[in-house]
């Protein structure tokens, strides 16, 4: 069977992606090697699950909706304009996601918990939902962008109702990854 490439996550409206353009479009700097990433692939992440065999992909499916199982839709702000790990050496730049309650933590949560009885091993690192917006490639001339992300950091994008979950296949390609649905699971 073959392989695939695969995570979960929560998609953006078209609105928000083209809020985010727009944002991309006035941080960028002749002088700065950033690799801005497609609104269009631009998702919240919830678990990644790497490369798997396609056979494998009811199972997944079952612990997804198992996971998701009471969850009714719930609202999702964008706000926030930051860098991992810190201004003054930035790698990822990234969106915040700020939520009245806990919802997407205990999804994420309830996500890791059904995927690791499967067999899919706990992500270390803690769950810091962000958007990654571009990722710094060479750190010469970053000044006009580390002024222009303090300028934008109060950036506010909107909200949106999140309703699903998607498991998605990523291929990658020499001009970017292309992200596939698989199975959008909504949720009751």
Not at 121 to 128: A, I, L, V, W
Request: hydrophobic share 35%.
């Amino acid at each position: 069977m073959p392989m695939i490439r695969t995570f979960i996550a929560i998609d953006l409206p078209e609105g928000i992606k083209r809020g985010i353009s727009g944002l991309q479009d006035r941080l960028k700097r002749d002088e700065c090697h950033i690799g801005w990433v497609r609104p269009e692939a631009i998702h919240l992440t919830l678990k990644f699950l790497g490369e798997i065999d396609e056979k494998g992909m009811p199972e997944i499916e079952a612990a997804i909706r198992k996971a998701t199982k009471g969850f009714i839709p719930f609202n999702l702000r964008i706000m926030g304009l930051g860098v991992f790990p810190n201004l003054k050496k930035p790698g990822i730049i990234w969106l915040g996601i700020h939520e009245e309650g806990d919802n997407l933590l205990r999804l994420q949560s309830r996500i890791e918990e059904e995927m690791e009885k499967i067999g899919h091993p706990r992500e270390e690192r803690g769950f810091k939902p962000h958007f990654t917006i571009g990722r710094v490639r060479d750190p010469s001339g970053l000044k006009g962008l580390i002024e222009a992300i303090e300028s934008e950091k109060e950036s506010e994008l909107g909200g949106f109702e999140t309703e699903e979950v998607l498991i998605m296949r990523s291929d990658l390609r020499p001009e970017g990854p292309v992200y596939t649905r698989l199975c959008e699971i909504k949720f009751d």
